[in-house]
């Protein structure tokens, strides 16, 4: 240990930082300005923050990271860095995306409605700031203080521009009846308001691969797709065949739809399946019931496939049955779970 209570954390062999011993990793290294990703606020509740302890005297695991990680990870030193408390020189392992992450101070250009519970932000960073990403990957949003939510409010939104902007964010936002974030973000944010956003982080985006892919998007999990393809066109990509599914209730929740279907008709390589599950009818979908059952009836022998699943827990875990009873290998899906 060094003098003074600080330590040295040595991140992936590229960087080290001096953090006062004391505080979580989380907190120390934000006071040198690398983020870890949050969904929860560092509550130990989301997983995010997971890092990989090589070398050094940690606190012992909390009941948090007990409950969040398996047993056999915990052996292998992977610990939560909102929960692990600095006690001495650290070498960890961590995503690359922390060496390359940074806060950005923003102010809200516009805020669109999509649907009646979906709103697209866009955020415009300081003059000259630029925003370096990939379509997939997701930015920290930090909610100010309001009402009752005093807490450290952060959540995850995945970028909806694609690699080429990097001057604007925009995210795609579904309201979450009474969270945290959500409400802050619908009720309280207007448009010339500042924003903290820190980024980006996440290792989901499109390969570079020749394959064919199935999108598989609910709610606002369209986002990262948007993005994704305005990259296909951007790197002049019109080889690659792709069927984008977008399972929805009712038609009240469908966006983006005369947008997507133009894109399907100048694009032979791109097809587009909106599907509803709650019983209505409506001009602009392809197909009816549950997205699983949808996408079954859209695809044979899929083993030469990539999949990429973006929504709720529940429908990526039905998803992924699905795609491997029709021969998608397990390796080429790629998801985010938006919960
Ligand atoms: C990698 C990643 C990327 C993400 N990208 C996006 C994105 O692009 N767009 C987006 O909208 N979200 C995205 N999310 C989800 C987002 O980060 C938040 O979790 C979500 O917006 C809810 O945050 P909140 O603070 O409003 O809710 P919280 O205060 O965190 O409340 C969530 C609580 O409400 C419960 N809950 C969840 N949904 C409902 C519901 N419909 N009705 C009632 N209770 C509910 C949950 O069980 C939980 O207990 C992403 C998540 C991850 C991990
Ligand atoms: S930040 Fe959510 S578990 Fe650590």
Redesign the pocket.
């Known amino acids: 240990m060094s003098e003074n209570n600080t330590c040295a954390i040595d991140i992936n062999g590229h960087k080290t930082v001096a953090c006062r011993t004391g505080l979580t990793l989380f907190a120390g290294l934000r006071t040198q300005k690398v983020f870890l990703p949050t969904?929860c606020g560092a509550r130990g509740v989301c997983g995010?923050c997971r890092v990989k302890v090589v070398e050094g005297e940690t606190s012992p695991p909390t009941d948090n990271e007990k409950g969040r990680l398996k047993e056999a990870e915990l052996s292998a030193g992977w610990r939560l860095g909102c929960q692990l408390r600095l006690q001495g020189d650290l070498e960890i392992e961590a995503s690359s995306c922390i060496l390359h992450a940074k806060e950005y101070k923003t102010t809200v250009a516009s805020i669109i409605p999509l649907t009646y519970d979906i709103r697209r932000f866009s955020f415009a960073p300081a003059p000259g700031d630029k925003v370096p990403h990939r379509a997939g990957q997701?930015i920290n949003f930090v909610a100010k203080p309001y009402g009752e939510a005093k807490g450290m409010?952060i959540?995850?939104?995945?970028f909806a521009t694609p690699a080429s902007v990097e001057d604007r964010i925009d995210?795609?936002?579904?309201r979450?009846?009474n969270?945290?974030?959500?409400?802050y973000l619908f009720d309280h944010l207007k448009e010339g308001d500042e924003a903290t956003l820190i980024g980006p982080f996440?290792e989901f985006r499109l390969s570079d691969a020749k394959a064919p892919c199935i999108w598989i998007a609910g709610g606002?999990g369209l986002?990262p797709f948007v993005g994704m393809l305005r990259e296909m066109l951007d790197r002049g990509v019109s080889d690659r065949p792709v069927k984008l599914f977008f399972g929805a209730v009712n038609e009240r929740d469908l966006y983006y739809v005369g947008e997507l279907r133009e894109f399907s008709a100048k694009h032979p390589w791109f097809k587009y399946i909106p599907a509803l599950s709650g019983g209505e009818r409506c001009e602009a979908c392809a197909d009816y019931g549950l997205i699983t059952d949808v996408v079954a009836r859209h695809i044979s022998n899929a083993d030469q496939y990539e999949a990429y699943l973006c929504g709720s827990p529940g429908m990526i875990e039905a998803c992924i049955a699905t795609l491997g009873g029709k021969g998608v290998k397990r390796e080429n899906i790629y998801f985010?779970?938006?919960?």
Do not use: K
């Open positions: 969904g995010q997701f409010t959540r995850c939104f995945s995210i795609i936002v579904r979450t009846p969270g945290a974030a959500t409400t996440g606002s986002s985010d779970r938006f919960g």
